[in-house]
């Protein structure tokens, strides 16, 4: 009996290590395969490093198949080097399907890990005051790379690139200039914020706020900058000075609801920034000249998600919409920052992107235009009585809107879709598409921007192998392309500073 017993524990044992050998086959330990290849670029648990962060939240714009390929492969003109050679395609397809797992808690970045982040390239006052090249300063672009994670400083008047310097991973969002136009900032999808000194060229400072970044905004007086994060919870205000810690702000409801922070905005009239919420029903507002450092939010109770913002030229009311939000009774809502009440519903077809949206005059109405991200229609609304007036049927889902107060089109891209290599060109008085440019057959054409008067036109060719388009504002003409790499958003310092009405904010 006991040979017996002998014999099956041998078998026993056996057959656990063969099955462990298989598995182990099928299912190589991730972690460990991280530890030894991943941590060294992409940082303990995952939360970034000289490379992105590798957690759920950052790379929901990367499928997985995608991703797996750049393990295999690399990334091109990054330091990501392919894995092919080294591990088996299980163990790549392992590492995906791990970078894609929740992590078992939550993710940590607190005011001593941003301060431990924070790297100061050119002390404050070290670099001269005077630009070291000659342009109209108020008539640069700052065009964002995203092939290769770049940016080039542009001429507005020559078109000619000026400078062309290195972002961090996936800038994300307008980066913010200060009134006078000498420094711009930058939001990484990672939570870096980088100061760049146009006078110079230089980054002048960096500093990780978040983990998973929405966007930044500059305050009016150029004192803060406030970072919004999905990830962690939170509003960070930063130094615009020197990008140094000034406080956080946990973003709780007013019940004690935790929430993401969906964007944060400048009012410039209001001296405050205007948060937009992901999963609280409240808009904040966040005084930043009390002078006391405690930035005491005021929280706004709204009739529903409200997690993407355009707000009139005053600042008096900021418009909102929810994505994916059903119960939401309509597009769109209107609400007084003063009184915090709702004043009106928006009929918005689709689902709104109103952060692209534009403002213009037709006769005396004000009227605001905005694409969705679903339908092919452009909602123009009158921002007197708040009603739909008329929806522009376009040939897909749009992304980003632009015009000038000098130009009598306003331009609309064509984003998604077999179309999207389509911009469309709409005459701001009659609300009829007056033209269709196709600047690069079978490439994304997308986000345009006017130069500094409105006689020239920017456009993205949004591909590797892409091109800034620049065409004549009047006539339509093409006048000059400019070779990028994946060029995305554009922006130009005076429009931007002096919040022009057919630019975003
Ligand atoms: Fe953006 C701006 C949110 C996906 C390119 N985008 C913004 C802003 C917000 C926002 C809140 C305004 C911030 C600012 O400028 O301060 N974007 C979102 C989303 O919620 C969405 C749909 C999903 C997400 O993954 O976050 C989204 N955005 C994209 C893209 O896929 C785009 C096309 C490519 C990319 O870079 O990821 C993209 N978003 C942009 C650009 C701007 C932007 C170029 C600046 C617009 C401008 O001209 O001001």
């Not at 892409?466 to 310092?493: C, F, H, Q």
Request: glycine share 8%.
């Amino acid at each position: 009996m006991k040979k017996l017993l002998r014999l099956f524990f041998v078998f026993f044992i056996s057959v656990l290590f063969q099955s462990m050998a298989f598995s182990e086959a099928v299912q190589p330990n991730a972690k460990k395969l991280y530890k030894t290849y991943c941590n060294v670029c992409h940082g303990d648990n995952r939360l970034g490093g000289m490379g992105p962060a590798l957690l759920p939240q950052n790379l929901k714009r990367l499928r997985q198949p995608a991703a797996k390929g750049v393990i295999e492969n690399g990334r091109d003109a990054t330091q990501m080097p392919g894995f092919s050679d080294r591990l088996s395609s299980a163990e790549i397809q392992s590492l995906t399907q791990w970078i894609y797992s929740e992590p078992k808690v939550d993710p940590k970045w607190s005011a001593r890990d941003i301060r431990q982040s924070h790297i100061i390239h050119y002390p404050d006052g070290e670099l001269g005051d005077k630009p070291v090249f000659s342009a109209d300063m108020q008539n640069l672009f700052i065009v964002v790379e995203l092939g290769d994670h770049h940016a080039t400083v542009l001429d507005g008047d020559t078109f000619e690139p000026i400078h062309r310097f290195q972002t961090r991973f996936a800038v994300h969002g307008g980066p913010k200039y200060t009134q006078d136009g000498r420094y711009v900032f930058f939001a990484s999808r990672d939570g870096w914020i980088s100061k760049f000194d146009m006078y110079n060229l230089k980054t002048v400072a960096e500093v990780r706020a978040g983990i998973n970044t929405r966007n930044a905004a500059v305050s009016y007086d150029g004192q803060y900058v406030a970072v919004g994060n999905y990830l962690p919870n939170n509003l960070v205000i930063l130094s615009a000075k020197d990008l140094s810690f000034v406080t956080e702000i946990k973003t709780e409801s007013i019940e004690g609801k935790k929430s993401r922070v969906s964007a944060v905005y400048t009012a410039p009239p209001r001296n405050s920034f205007i948060v937009a919420m992901k999963d609280a029903t409240e808009i904040w507002e966040l005084p930043y000249t009390a002078g006391d450092g405690q930035f005491t939010p005021r929280k706004i109770k709204t009739d529903g998600y409200l997690d993407d913002f355009f707000f009139d030229p005053g600042y008096k009311h900021v418009i909102g919409s929810a994505r994916n939000d059903t119960d939401q009774p309509s597009g769109g809502q209107v609400i007084d920052l003063d009184t915090g009440k709702k004043v009106a519903n928006l009929d918005l077809a689709g689902m709104p992107h109103l952060g692209s949206g534009i403002t213009w005059l037709r006769g005396k109405e004000r009227l605001l235009a905005t694409p969705n991200l679903k339908d092919g229609v452009l909602s123009i609304i009158d921002m007197n009585s708040w009603e739909t007036i008329d929806r522009i049927k376009t040939n897909g889902p749009g992304f980003f809107m632009r015009s000038h107060a000098n130009s009598p089109y306003a331009w609309v891209d064509v984003f998604f879709g077999p179309n999207k290599d389509q911009v469309h060109v709409i005459d701001k008085q009659s609300l009829k598409i007056v033209k269709t440019i196709i600047p690069a057959p079978g490439k994304t054409a997308a986000h345009v921007e006017f130069t500094k008067n409105g006689s020239h036109v920017l456009l993205s060719v949004w591909d590797v192998d892409g091109a800034i388009v620049v065409y004549d504002a009047v006539t339509l003409k093409e006048v000059k392309r400019v070779p990028m790499n994946k060029p995305s958003g554009k922006y130009n310092v005076y429009n931007k500073t002096h919040y022009e009405e057919g630019t975003s904010h």
